[in-house]
């Protein structure tokens, strides 16, 4: 019973603990925000250069940057979205043509600055040189919106394949030389957009299998475009229900498409 009793005030503890922290991590990016906005973090960030390799290879230290920046960069945009919200009402309640109204408003447009570039200032809060942070989440992005892609095409080839077995056996079957030709038309545009797909799939960015191949190390290759949509749920965990869901409709579709 005691260490029961003891388990559960340490966890107590414990809570208030990472509590306490989270609302101290938030305070003092709120003045930081207060104190330092957008045009004088693009100041701090204008010397920064870096010029990309050729290859467009990302390395393990560049993509553990990008995931370290992107939990600070959370933290950054709740802040500001925040400070968004709270200047947009307070402008609303002095009346928005009003002195007061018209100064929050502007306190509202820094706070949306503020917001976009979240994930600049995380870097620079980190000590990242911000111009290969920048690159660097490009290459992710591609990575992951390419994954998307592929999964959307994996689909539509599926439902193209059934299409294009149906269309054939309709031929086999067909009793007229015209209706014969029109099928055969049909099945040649088929195979003229099979071929445009797989042309397409050749000329890809070799980059792009190296960098998901990295980056599925670390998680999954779609989850940096969620985490990018995310920031702008209202709802923690929408984006992320949103994402299995299509990807079941996906894999259904490709399933009912595979029984025809």
Same mark, same amino acid.
């Given at each position: 019973? @005691?260490?029961?009793?003891?388990?559960?005030?340490?966890?107590?503890?414990?809570?208030?603990?990472?509590?306490?922290?989270?609302?101290?991590?938030?305070?003092?990016?709120?003045?930081?925000? +207060?104190?330092?906005?957008?045009?004088?973090?693009?100041?701090?960030?204008?010397?920064?250069?870096?010029?990309?390799?050729?290859?467009?290879?990302?390395?393990?230290?560049?993509?553990?940057?990008?995931?370290?920046?992107?939990?600070?960069?959370?933290?950054?945009?709740?802040?500001?979205?925040?400070?968004?919200?709270?200047?947009?009402?307070?402008?609303?309640?002095?009346?928005?043509?009003?002195?007061?109204?018209?100064?929050?408003?502007?306190?509202?447009?820094?706070?949306?600055? +503020?917001?976009? /570039?979240?994930?600049?200032?995380?870097?620079?809060?980190?000590?990242?040189?911000?111009?290969?942070?920048?690159?660097?989440?490009?290459?992710?992005?591609?990575?992951? /919106?390419?994954?998307?892609?592929?999964?959307?095409?994996?689909?539509?080839?599926?439902?193209?394949?059934?299409?294009?077995?149906? /269309?054939?056996?309709?031929?086999?079957?067909?009793?007229? +030389?015209?209706?014969?030709?029109?099928?055969?038309?049909?099945?040649?545009?088929?195979?003229?957009?099979?071929?445009?797909?797989?042309?397409?799939?050749?000329?890809? +960015?070799?980059?792009?299998?190296?960098? @998901?191949?990295?980056?599925?190390?670390?998680?999954?290759?779609?989850?940096?475009?969620?985490?990018?949509?995310?920031?702008?749920?209202?709802?923690?965990?929408?984006?992320?229900?949103?994402?299995?869901?299509?990807?079941?409709?996906?894999?259904?579709?490709?399933?009912?498409?595979?029984?025809?």
């Amino acid at each position: 019973m @005691r260490r029961t009793l003891s388990l559960i005030v340490s966890a107590v503890v414990l809570l208030g603990g990472c509590r306490a922290k989270e609302a101290m991590d938030k305070a003092q990016i709120a003045s930081d925000l +207060d104190k330092h906005g957008t045009m004088d973090l693009m100041k701090d960030v204008a010397d920064d250069k870096y010029d990309p390799p050729k290859d467009g290879h990302l390395t393990d230290a560049q993509v553990q940057m990008y995931l370290k920046v992107r939990e600070h960069e959370k933290q950054i945009a709740q802040v500001a979205k925040q400070q968004l919200q709270q200047h947009s009402e307070e402008s609303k309640k002095s009346g928005e043509k009003s002195l007061a109204g018209m100064a929050e408003g502007f306190k509202a447009l820094g706070s949306a600055a +503020d917001f976009m /570039t979240a994930d600049i200032r995380a870097a620079k809060d980190l000590k990242y040189n911000t111009q290969e942070y920048l690159w660097v989440k490009g290459q992710i992005l591609a990575v992951s /919106t390419a994954a998307m892609a592929e999964q959307m095409s994996s689909t539509l080839n599926a439902t193209m394949e059934a299409s294009y077995n149906q /269309t054939k056996k309709a031929m086999d079957e067909a009793k007229d +030389d015209a209706t014969k030709k029109m099928y055969a038309e049909t099945l040649a545009a088929f195979d003229k957009q099979k071929a445009e797909i797989a042309a397409q799939k050749e000329q890809q +960015d070799p980059a792009l299998a190296y960098n @998901r191949q990295l980056l599925t190390k670390y998680e999954s290759a779609m989850n940096a475009f969620s985490q990018e949509l995310a920031k702008y749920e209202e709802k923690p965990g929408d984006v992320q229900k949103s994402m299995e869901q299509w990807q079941k409709d996906l894999a259904k579709a490709k399933a009912d498409a595979a029984k025809q």
